[in-house]
């Protein structure tokens, strides 16, 4: 569901919520971005609507995750870095198949549902725009996240319980960025801030 491959980009436009800027979201597949060659996903943040976050003005690296891709049951996060360190997380993101009605546990204290099945929001930013999909409804902490996952493409939509959207634009391919230092600003919550919120404490920015 995730569609991970090496140096893959998604680019999300988003308006941050009580602000009138808006902001780009880029997750960027870098094998070698966590200093261990461990799959990680890195989450980049840039004011403004621009192609992508990444190399933009004034972009900065919000957050990592490094995964564990090949369970046999689903995306596992081992784990989580930001700003303040890097906590382990070992719950399992999103399962490999996904139906109606399905129910899930990612991690202590938080639950998730399959709540639609079918072409999901902003999917034509997809390769094959027409691949039906699923949004699975995250639960914990008294507070909610819906993500919109489709196969070979991604997360396509994400919205928190704040109702920011969060709405995939586009694919491309970027090059290896390297070992990276993570630092985070005080922004809304960003499109990875929330899933992994959604795994270990739903919308927890730290």
Request: proline share 5%; with cysteine; aromatic share 8%.
């Amino acid at each position: 569901m995730l569609a991970f491959a090496a140096n893959r980009g998604w680019n999300y436009q988003t308006v941050s919520i009580g602000s009138a800027n808006p902001l780009t979201v880029t997750l960027h597949a870098d094998d070698t971005s966590t200093g261990a060659n461990a799959p990680a996903l890195s989450q980049f943040v840039a004011p403004g609507l621009v192609a992508t976050a990444i190399g933009a003005t004034s972009a900065f690296l919000n957050s990592q995750v490094t995964l564990v891709l090949d369970t046999g049951s689903g995306y596992q996060v081992k784990n989580f870095i930001n700003f303040y360190g890097t906590f382990p997380v070992n719950a399992i993101l999103v399962p490999h198949t996904l139906t109606l009605g399905q129910t899930m546990s990612p991690y202590a204290g938080v639950s998730a549902v399959v709540t639609n099945v079918g072409i999901q929001p902003h999917e034509a930013a997809c390769p094959i725009p027409t691949t039906a999909g699923a949004a699975v409804l995250y639960t914990g902490m008294g507070q909610t996240a819906t993500v919109s996952y489709v196969p070979g493409c991604g997360i396509t939509d994400l919205i928190a319980a704040n109702g920011q959207d969060i709405g995939l634009v586009s694919i491309s391919s970027y090059s290896d960025l390297g070992t990276l230092s993570v630092r985070q600003q005080p922004l809304a919550t960003t499109v990875w801030n929330t899933v992994h919120a959604a795994v270990r404490a739903i919308l927890n920015e730290h």
